[in-house]
Structures are given as C-alpha cells and as structure tokens.
C-alpha cells in the first residue's frame, strides 16, 4: 500500500515566528549572518562559508559572472547557470576569478576615425561618459586616446568631426602599467586629480580603467567573500550527463563549488556524478547535490558524499512541475523534515552537512523563516532577476519597467539535463515558465534592505547567529483567516479612497 505522510504539507506563507526574549545586545548591527557552505566534521571550520545565507539560482536569467561578482561583493554565491557550452560557461567563471575589483574592463570603446555623433549615441546607449579610443575599437586594443565630456562641445562643433581630432591623445594621458596595485592607482588619481586612470600593457594595449568612485565603493564592502588569492568566489552548476568534461573545465577555471543542478536529486545519477568527483579530486571539489524534499532522499545524498544538499521541488516561482507531473511538496514542510534528518545525521556521524532552501521565497521573511526552520542559506532566483545585475532584458511593459525571468525548464531555456531521467537528450515536456518580474533596482540595495529585514526579526527572536536562531525560534502554523488577520485590513487605503473619490 503507498505511504502517506502525516498531515498535508505547508509553504512558509503558513507559518509566523514568534518572538522571544532579546536582551539590550539584540540589535542588527551585532548580527552575524555568516554560514557554512560545505559539510564539515564537528569541532572543525568548514572549508568554504558565507557572510551572508544567499545564493543565487542556477539559471540561464539569473546568474551569469555580472551576477556572481555582484552578490560576491556582498557576501554570497552566484551558482552560474550550466545550460549552456562547456566553454562559455568555464569562461564565465574565469571572468569571475580574473575580475579585479576596482579594475573595470572598459564597456565604451570607439576608434579614432568614427565621429562626435558616434561618441554621443554611445554615450546614449551606455550611459557611460569615460570613453577609450583603441586601434580597432576593441576594449583591448591599442589605447590611443580618451574622450570625455570635457573634450567636447557638441554646440560648437560639427557631429562628424572626427574622434582623432578632439580626443586627449596618448601622449597626454596620464595612465598606469600592468601590475599596478589598487591603492597605487588610486594615489595616482588622487594626485594628478583625475576621475579615471586608464591600466595598459608594454604593447599599450588598454587592459583596465580604475575609477575614482570605485576604488571608494571597494572599501565599503566589509562583507566581501573573497578566496585565499583575495578573488570573489563563484560557484557554478554542472549536470548529470557531461561532468566528466564539464567538471575539470570548471575546476580549471577556477570555480569553488559546484551544483548539480536537477529538480529531481533522489536518483543514481546523482551518485554516479559524486562518484566521479571523489574519484578524481577526492574532497578538494566541492560539490553540493539535489533537489530532495525527505529525509530519506537527503540521507541519500549525504551518504553519497555531497558537500551540500539542496531542498525544493515544485516551488520555484516560474515552477510547474506540481501541476504537470503531480510531484513536489510544500517548501516549509520539506526543510522542517530535512533538517531533522540533517541535525540527526549530525549526531550518529559528527559530519555537518548544510543545507539549502531552493525557490518560493515570496517576501524577504520568507528567508527569515526557512532559516529558522534549519536552512543554512537560501538559494532564490525570481528575487536576483529582478535586479540591474541579472542577464536579461529590461523592458517597458503598460509603463512599467520588467525584467524577464524564465525557467530552466521552460522552452527558452531548454536544459533537459535538469529533468530529463534515462537519456531521452531532449526536453520532451515544459516544467517551466517564461515571465516578466518588475525591475528592482541594483542588487546591493535590495540585498542590504532584505537582510536589514532579517536581522531585525532575528533580534525579535533574541538571536545574534543562524545557528542561535535554528535553536531559539519558535514556530506557529497560521489559519487561513489570520494571515488574512496580518495583512492591513478593515480600513481603506489612502491610495484606494482617493481614486474612489474621483
Ligand atoms: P524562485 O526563487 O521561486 O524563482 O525559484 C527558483 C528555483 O526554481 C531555482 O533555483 C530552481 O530550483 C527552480 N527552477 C528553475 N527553473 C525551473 C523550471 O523551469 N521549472 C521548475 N523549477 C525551476
């Protein structure tokens, strides 16, 4: 006879926090949201941690290496998206290890015979007004000059004057050589008052541009995650069929942890792909596996070796696998019970293993709570796709400015190696969708306001650390009237009276 669960499964949206005590040193700014990211032994320091509980989705609309320097800066891990070439994808992450902070590839680049007109559409498209002059119009050709606005005045001079004629020629820039370090490059800004510094070669090829105000925002980042060679840390997503070429590109490109992304992690293949890593790196690769929503199908992961276990099935924001298959289960019941089995697993073998909230964070107490329940971070993706960093489109919809977002299963993005079982090789249903998200704004206001959210409430439950609040918080189902209780209600809204008043 087939097993049934007890009770029904619930979402986070079901369940509030209750508070406790919190004594004078309970405030946010003593909260530390550092985490684990890969198992450990009791009594030992786990080999990669975070400063802040966010990842972001393995996903074609969500983590490219902008994305993963971006939330880098603040203290997370950018899971970059593995539905696509071996090659670009490992390009991808070397991007991410060879960026330099405060050292910018330059975006706005023209050659010395293209015109005032052309500077000025360039300057329209990317809002950029440091312009590099090369060769051949490459951001890595010969730098023969620089234009700015102080070079011109589109008043007094002809659209198709030529950039030759106006630019500041090499001659008398003021530039650095390879090797520079950033401070040395900030002195000589500071110095000779500049608001950019142009970074070149023995050949005088442009390599960088080091920015006035962004040598200022790099010492403002206190959460960087930086590795032991002070580059940000990246993560990237592998698959269940091509990891015995895609995983040494990976590692060679320098990613630190890797993902097998499924949306179905309870199976051999999964094994297999462990396997395979422990056999050739032993446990200097780090691989996190899922996604699971038991105890059982957790155990099975944590003994196959993964270093992470990733939890959701069926509650991605752009998700239908619960209605097209019929499989899933509510996210909050799902990390209450893995949990469990984590902190179990803990006590028989002394072997930490975190674990992760994939998909169906809602609103920023969400997180709040998936971390209460046992998560060690949470891994969103509708959340960074509405933001200036993620790759996609930003679009003008009825007056509103969109970015879109769509699943990985979805027919835009085509990754059957997430959902295909038995090697069909091709995508043969939709378990996903495509979608506009409203336009957020950057990455870093959002993610210090969300977070501001976070501590507050952890304060409210008298908890300085994660750990403090997976052993503090206390948890309450709600009925369906009392959330309709928590929201406002029984009054009318200024906005509303307004235009009913009209
Ligand atoms: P969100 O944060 O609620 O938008 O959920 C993001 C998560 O949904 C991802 O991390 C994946 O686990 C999952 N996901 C991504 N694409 C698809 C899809 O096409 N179908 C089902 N789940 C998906």
């Known amino acids: 006879m087939a097993y049934y669960y007890d009770g029904p499964s619930h979402t986070f949206s079901e369940y509030l926090l209750v508070p406790g005590y919190s004594s004078s040193q309970c405030v946010p700014a003593n909260v530390n949201l550092q985490t684990p990211v890969v198992k450990f032994q009791k009594g030992e320091e786990p080999a990669l941690k975070m400063n802040i509980p966010l990842v972001s989705a393995i996903m074609q609309s969500v983590s490219d290496d902008n994305m993963a320097i971006a939330l880098a800066i603040e203290g997370g891990i950018s899971f970059i998206y593995g539905s696509q070439s071996i090659e670009s994808e490992a390009a991808m992450v070397a991007r991410v290890k060879n960026y330099k902070a405060g050292f910018v590839r330059s975006d706005s680049n023209i050659k010395p015979d293209q015109t005032l007109q052309d500077i000025l559409e360039l300057k329209e498209k990317n809002g950029h007004s440091t312009i590099a002059v090369t060769e051949d119009g490459s951001p890595n050709g010969k730098l023969l000059g620089v234009v700015t606005g102080r070079d011109y005045r589109v008043s007094r001079m002809e659209l198709d004057t030529k950039v030759c004629e106006f630019m500041t020629p090499f001659s008398k820039l003021i530039y650095a050589t390879q090797g520079v370090t950033l401070k040395e490059a900030n002195d000589i800004i500071w110095d000779h008052k500049l608001n950019s510094l142009p970074v070149v070669d023995d050949k005088q090829n442009l390599l960088y541009f080091v920015f006035r105000k962004d040598y200022s925002s790099h010492k403002e980042n206190p959460n960087e995650l930086l590795d032991a060679s002070k580059r940000y840390v990246v993560g990237a997503g592998i698959n269940t069929r091509d990891y015995e070429q895609r995983v040494p590109a990976l590692v060679e490109a320098g990613a630190d942890v890797l993902c097998i992304d499924s949306s179905e992690g309870f199976s051999e293949w999964q094994k297999r792909t462990i396997d395979f890593i422990r056999e050739k790196y032993g446990d200097t690769v780090k691989v ?70 994939d998909g169906g964070i809602v609103y920023d107490y969400h997180i709040t709570l998936a971390l209460a329940m046992g998560a060690d971070f949470v891994m969103l993706g509708r959340y960074f796709s509405r933001f200036d960093e993620s790759p996609t489109n930003k679009v003008n919809i009825n007056g509103s400015y969109m970015k879109e977002y769509w699943g990985e299963g979805s027919n835009r993005a085509r990754n059957w190696q997430r959902y295909d079982l038995g090697g069909a090789g091709k995508l043969s249903f939709e378990e996903g969708v495509d979608s506009y998200v409203p336009y957020a704004g950057s990455l870093k206001d959002n993610v210090t306001l969300t977070l501001n959210k976070v501590k507050s409430t952890m304060c409210n439950c008298g908890a300085l650390t994660i750990p403090e609040l997976q052993e503090k918080a206390k948890l309450t189902l709600v009925s369906s009237t009392s959330i309709v209780e928590g929201g406002a209600h029984d009054v009318l809204l200024k906005d509303q009276s307004v235009n009913s008043v009209k």
């Not at 924001?317 to 209605?323: A, D, F, N, P």
């Open 288 to 357: 996190g596996a899922g996604n699971v929503v038991d105890r059982e199908g957790f155990l099975y992961l944590a003994k196959a070796g993964a270093d992470f276990v990733k939890i959701g099935i069926g509650g991605g924001s752009i998700c239908i696998t619960r209605e097209t298959k019929g499989i899933g289960r509510g996210q909050a019941t799902a990390v209450i019970e893995v949990a469990k089995a984590r902190d179990e697993y803990y006590q028989q073998t002394g072997i930490y293993v975190p674990i992760c909230s």
